[in-house]
């Protein structure tokens, strides 16, 4: 397997073998003949006779030298579409247009090669090399090329640095939306659309009257687009939520004015959608939490665009819908969900400092996060207000419509029978209370809590949700108090004025300013309750806190290392949670959602759930390997990365590039495999993965900021965690037993 330096000279032209696709595959210049070698064209039916003689009769010269071969890196001659069919043919057993470790073809396919102008042939060998081809070759066809020529060097690509530049070349943009003329036919696809007319649909807030009479006109522009453009009026509740679930819909997020000029020199303002990532798959719209883990990625590859813009729609998200939204849809709109936007927007304002508008981006984000903090977190119903501790707990009726159809089936079906109805009657009925089932009512409260927890769902929260003050929330809350009282001391002198915009269901009045101080008395009393109602010594643990039973809980979940994440824990907790804590979610693949024995047996009436063991997730790897390193555990973050991104690479190998939402951590062979509630979002591609998932993929490009440069080697050449731990052991002993002492 080869490193990522790709470029080579050819005269004055310079091809990277490493290109991305379109750079690569656009290039008339690079598929032709360039070499003033003739290139011959074979028919389908010639290359497919040779390609079935393959390994017998045919008298190619198997791995015959090259004139160029040792200067430029072995490059093939491949017909595009003759080549497809073979591959799909030979080596597609299951017939699912991916090449895997599943597929039992010969796993050998014959290229010609490019610098004996398709006289010579040589073997290209192995699932990853095969499934490469496969994607390379779909590739081409989808930019209509029908003869290529092909570097070696991306077929046998180092897996690290060709997943790495996939996500940074190919992966974001698949995934980044914007909505304006430009493509919103495309972010308004919404394929958990369960209506019977799935149309694109906008609602705009009241405070965006441009923004209304922009979409109208693209609606009356482009008809055949079917865009139904609606206005949402002020006051938005569970009611008008559960009303609108007949016409689902997009919600309206941040624009920007632009000029634009026609060919007459004529200027018009326009609007442009501030772009955002989505995580992919049936979620097609900007998501709170997915939105903070993409951005750790994004700013790695230097997207800081692509980040400021989602910091900036947030803080449209808090001003115009009340909070950062579960995700963008009209479903949604009653429930957030964990709270990262002052990480994200401190992170942001450290690459763009330099910028003059940076302080003021800053400001407003931090303005943003006050008013949610206040009005969202700190407030009830969210708020116990006995304990000051805070809870998930939105409001909502009903049954939630965007979950897979038979996801509640299980739990409705009693009331069903009870009321002797079909299932749509009974759900209808029961929404527009036309049906009481106060039992119900107490289920779905929780139900939707789990959703706004982001862990939707678990047994560690499914029918008590709304009752704990959990461990994920009130440490977040912590990182958000110590976060604005820190930059209100230090980059705003000591003093934040709250423009009235920023007051509503706040404890300020218009033109009030804010101190630090206050800042840190909130996170100081949040620390001693946590300390006394959440900290179990003994397992060296904090545990989520019911509010109703006033009792600690005893489930072991993984979002105990959000202390570390956060800073809450003193050294001591640090240690112990370290020592006693982290062992118990340490798989093969990285850290596990929950234990095992928190979970219970699992079976028929009692199915798996995706936020339990044995699933674990790229958050609660990213924010543990973060809260790791804070503290200074270096190793255990270094460890943890390792396992993680080996689990990923080996599955990218193995199964046709695959990149999906979570993996179970359990599983070495095909982790990607989950089978709980929905499936698993990123696997259903045809030939090649154009968008990995949002969070995974920023996962394997902050993991790889963790891991130290000889991890990273390893990685590439897949080496098991066990097997690099005793190689270094080994040479350590070795080393040791050679140090002379001066
Ligand atoms: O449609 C079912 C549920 O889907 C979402 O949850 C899952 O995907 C999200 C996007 O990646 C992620 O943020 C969440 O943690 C996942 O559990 C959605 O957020 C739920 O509200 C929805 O009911
Ligand atoms: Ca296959």
Redesign the pocket.
Known sequence: MQGTSGHRSRGSEEYGVYDDAKTYYASEERHSNRYGVRTRTYSQNSLVKQLERMGAQEPFRRGSHDESTMETGRRFLVQVDATLEILKNQEDTDGNMQITIEDNGPKVISLRTAASAGHNRFEVRGTYMLSNLLQELTLAKEYGRKQIILDEGRLNENPVDRLSRLIRDHFWDGLTRRIDASSIEIAARDP?DWTDDPRPRIYVPIGAPEQYEYYQKVAADRPELRLDVQQLPEKITPELIRDMNDKPGLLAVAVEKVEEEDELGNKTTSLKGLPFVV?????NEL????SYMESLGLLIHERVDLAKAMVLNFCFCIEHYGKIL??TRSY?LG?S?PPFLTDMALRVYEKIKHEPDSKEFLRRAILAAIKEYHSVWTSEPRLDPVTGLSRYRPEGLGV?P???AT?FVHILKPYIEKHKMEFQDFVRAYNYGEIKEPELDEYFLHDRA????????SYRLEGVCADLATIDLNSLLFKYETDIGRTIRSLFGDKLVIPAEFCQGTPYQPGEAVSSAVWDRRAKRRKLTMDKLMWNEEEGMFFDYDTAKRQRCTYETATTLWALWAGIATPKQAADLVKKGLPRFEMFGGVVAGTEKSRGEIGLERPNR??DYPYG?A?QQMLAWTGLLRYSFTEEAERLAYKWLFMITKAFVDFNGVVV??YDVTRPVDPHRVDA??GN?GLDFKGVAKEG???VNASYVYGLQIVNAHMRRALGTLTPYETFIKAIELNNERALANLTLT
Do not use: I, L
């Open positions: 958990k995580p992919g798959g049936r979620f998501y709170g939490w997915d579960n995700a949604y429930r969900q939630p965007e979950t897979e996801h789990v959703r706004e927890s982001g862990h939707d769902t995706q936020w997730w958050p939402e979570k509630e929905y979002q998932f949002g969070w």
